[in-house]
């Protein structure tokens, strides 16, 4: 198990390694002049002289590369912007501030939005999935299918804003979403999170209601259920305690591959409910072409994407105990 | 690009290249795999009231001009803002419903004072014309890819599937909004404008780079599958061509999963490319745009909620009908497969 984590890291490593090289590749050898594309839509001729110096623009692109890199566990230096501490990816000329510094401040807002989502996902698809698999042909599945259909047609911004005109302005249900830190007050924390949460998640509920269905429909004509069957088991406990740990299975992989998307959809409903996470400021970086900000989203996007697959591979194999790591 | 994947169509498509075969046994009259799809699919009602409403939308689209002319209005004229009356202080419909009237069908729009039904129109034309290049030059991409990956094996698959593998991983979201800025930043300095067409073309770009990978990967697995098949055999053992093996004995296999898959990217699209024209990356004004009216439509629903349900709607409906067309030409392709 260790063993096998350590090789997974280490592998995630090298991707982040190689994503990052090209990014950066992208982003300072593609423009015209890197340094006018840094400085951001609003540039001092001053800041882009200095620009021009701070990014050693005289030096080899892999050299740069190199400074980039050895940044993040040295720090850096930017004269006369300002210090960029151990962590450094980067600094944002646009915003006069260290990359890495506008993203942690943001993390627990995205973070927070994702793992709620993640939640009512998979409670809420597996269940109903569930549910139409074990009423299979009856209204209720054909209900759950047809509404699967609608749900995964879905778009964040309209939904949206819909249900926040309906249960916020109209009928003042909830309270309009906006992020409070858990720390301060749960409470709040969950209730002005649950629409951004409810809304986020629609589109892939949608789909995960059909999975689970043809999945336990599928699992349900296995042998090992038949034999549980003939031994007398209940088709109640047959259904709940074998045949969905089977189903499950696929779920988490497919589950681990949204991830990516999920963090997509993330940065819509962020912008929709103007929650201030990292979606929403990698928005406002393309809008003012602040390149060292949207390098160092990249990054973060992407280590995110890489580590939480990791941990879905994790418990993968506590689901299913025939899944070794190794 | 990464979609919520469905299990579904890679079932389908396993199953695809039995499609050509599963027919010829039942029928009494020799009818080619294609006439049975057809009827098949002829007597599936939800896929032909699907299908017509899908080509009403490309019509709409088609006509626009007309319908506008027709309709006597057009998406760029800021009427509110010319003719007092229709908009109060606020730059609000001052008409009930978003200002839903004779003149204005479908209303006003909060601000400019510009004509939804008409923007809704245009707007079509810009949503489905990006939709349907990227979904042919993906689709053709990812053929090429996903055959030459799984014909040739060996290192020429092995670097194609991390690259695959890598695209599919990522979310394509976030490198979708970088992107767009850098490719623009290869041809325009920072201060001018973009031209219209460049942010069409690099739209365009940044989608397909990330979305190829999808049907791809679905090819690469379909290839190895039938590589291994008696007849390709055959074709090889009787000095067949690499090209002709892939044209001749591989492709015409390849349809079914192709066709499925395209369908099922189109809506995915439309969907991306208002997402970018919503987060404000997407097309610019004066094109008339529907992710650009939603943008407008969230900033606005607190007072005048009707705007956002024009575009809303019509992209639902069409979402929609396009998905469950998708699904009843699959089942048509491959009756097996019944959801």
């Known amino acids: 198990m260790t063993s096998y984590l350590v090789r997974r890291v280490a592998g995630a490593l090298v991707i982040l390694m190689i994503i990052s090289a090209i990014t950066f590749y992208l982003f300072y050898a593609v423009p015209r002049d890197p340094a006018r594309a840094f400085c951001g839509k609003i540039c001092q001729p001053e800041t882009l002289a200095l620009i021009r110096h701070n990014l050693g623009m005289d030096e080899p692109l892999f050299v740069q590369y190199w400074h980039w890199l050895a940044g993040i566990f040295t720090g850096r230096e930017f004269v006369q912007f300002g210090e960029c501490p151990a962590p450094c990816l980067g600094y944002s000329f646009a915003t006069q501030e260290p990359v890495f510094g506008a993203i942690v401040d943001r993390f627990p807002v995205t973070l927070s939005l994702?793992?709620?989502a993640s939640v009512v996902i998979l409670a809420f698809g597996i269940m109903t999935g569930m549910i139409a698999a074990?009423?299979?042909?009856?209204?209720?599945?054909?209900?759950?299918?047809?509404?699967?259909?609608?749900?995964?047609?879905?778009?964040i911004y309209f939904v949206g804003p819909l249900l926040a005109f309906y249960l916020v302005d109209t009928l003042q249900l909830i309270p309009r979403p906006s992020y409070v830190p858990i720390t301060e007050n749960p409470l709040d924390w969950f209730t002005h999170l649950l629409l951004p949460w409810v809304v986020l998640s629609i589109i892939f509920t949608a789909n995960y209601t059909r999975m689970t269905r043809s999945q336990m429909v599928e699992q349900l004509a296995e042998d090992y259920v038949r034999t549980a069957r003939a031994k007398g088991m209940s088709s109640r406990s047959v259904f709940f305690r074998f045949a969905w740990r089977g189903a499950m299975i696929p779920i988490v992989t497919i589950f681990g591959v949204d991830l990516a998307t999920l963090l997509g959809g993330a940065i819509i409903t962020e912008q929709t409910f103007s929650l201030h996470g990292i979606g929403e400021l990698a928005v406002r970086a393309v809008q003012n072409t602040d390149l060292p900000m949207l390098l160092g989203v990249t990054i973060v996007g992407a280590a995110a994407i890489v580590l939480l697959n990791i941990l879905v591979d994790v418990l993968y194999a506590f689901i299913d105990p025939r899944v070794r790591l190794s | 690009m990464t979609f919520p994947s469905s299990t579904a169509t890679d079932a389908a498509a396993e199953s695809a290249d039995t499609a050509g075969a599963a027919g010829s046994g039942s029928a009494v009259v020799g009818r080619s795999p294609g006439q049975l799809m057809w009827r098949r699919f002829r007597r599936d009602k939800?896929?032909?009231v699907s299908a017509f409403i899908v080509l009403a939308f490309f019509l709409i689209a088609l006509l626009a001009p007309v319908i506008a002319a027709l309709y006597g209005k057009d998406p760029y004229t800021t009427y509110g803002q010319n003719q007092p009356g229709l908009l109060n202080d606020f730059g609000y419909p001052i008409a009930p419903n978003g200002g839903m009237s004779g003149d204005?069908?479908?209303?006003?729009?909060?601000?400019?004072?510009?004509?939804?039904?008409t923007q809704l129109v245009y707007g079509i034309r810009t949503s489905l014309s990006i939709a349907i290049v990227v979904t042919v030059i993906t689709t053709v991409i990812g053929v090429a890819m996903g055959i030459t990956s799984g014909y040739l094996g060996g290192k020429t698959d092995y670097v194609i599937g991390r690259v695959i593998d890598t695209l599919l991983a990522f979310p394509s979201q976030l490198f979708l909004i970088v992107f767009l800025p850098v490719v623009e930043a290869a041809i325009v300095l920072p201060e001018e404008e973009t031209p219209v067409w460049l942010r069409y073309v690099s739209i365009c770009v940044v989608l397909t780079v990330l979305g190829w990978a999808t049907i791809a990967r679905l090819l690469r697995a379909q290839v190895l599958s039938l590589r291994a098949r008696e007849f390709v055999e055959a074709a090889r053992v009787t000095g067949a061509s690499p090209a002709r093996v892939i044209f001749k004995e591989l492709l015409?296999?390849?349809?079914?999963?192709i066709i499925i898959q395209s369908t099922l990217a189109l809506p995915l699209y439309v969907g991306a490319e208002a997402g970018l024209g919503f987060l404000g990356v997407g097309m610019t004004e004066p094109t008339p745009d529907w992710g650009r009216m939603f943008q407008v439509g969230v900033n606005v629903y607190h007072s005048?909620?009707?705007?956002?349900?024009?575009?809303?709607v019509s992209m639902l409906i069409f979402v929609v009908a396009f998905n469950l067309l998708g699904d009843s030409i699959r089942d048509a392709f491959d009756p097996k497969t019944k959801r």
């Open chain 1, 114 to 116: 994702t793992l709620g």
């Open chain 1, 134 to 155: 074990w009423k299979v042909g009856q209204p209720l599945d054909k209900i759950a299918s047809a509404s699967s259909v609608v749900g995964a047609s879905l778009q």
């Open chain 2, 46 to 48: 939800t896929g032909v």
């Open chain 2, 104 to 117: 204005f069908w479908f209303g006003l729009e909060p601000g400019l004072g510009r004509d939804v039904f």
């Open chain 2, 252 to 257: 015409p296999n390849l349809w079914t999963p």
């Open chain 2, 304 to 312: 005048d909620v009707t705007y956002l349900l024009f575009p809303g």
